[in-house]
């Protein structure tokens, strides 16, 4: 009987090319079921035979603990050679869309806060 494996939402396609890679190393059969037209179902990676999900899931948890590690260090080694922007620039580079979304913060704030106000009284 197969069984689920991981969910394919927001994973990008080098990703998921490294995880087939990985299964297919391991022989472990598996196969990938396709997203759904209208966005409800994001794919998914089946086995084809329930009995290696363990070694699976052990091998995935590896492989995404090794990714993670080497996203942080790209970051990290990005950020000492100054490539990863400040909050101040970015809303220099593009000062409309920054002021657009920070007062998009405080409507939606003020929005959620109004209510507990007029419940409280202190507002009229």
Known sequence: MSAFLMSLRDVPVDEYEEIRTLL??????????????????HGAIWLVEDGGLAQARTL???????????????FAEAAQRGEVPTLFQRFRERPL???????????????????????AGLLG
């Not at 948890?61 to 790209?74: C, F, T, V």
């Open 60 to 74: 995935l948890e590896e492989y995404q603990r090794g990714r993670g590690e080497r996203a942080r260090a790209a």
């Open 24 to 41: 297919d190393d391991n022989r472990i059969e598996h196969y990938r079921t396709e997203p759904s037209r209208w966005g409800i179902s």
């Open 97 to 119: 869309v920054s002021a657009a979304q920070w007062l998009g913060l405080l409507v939606a704030l003020a929005l959620s806060i109004l209510p507990f106000l007029w419940l």
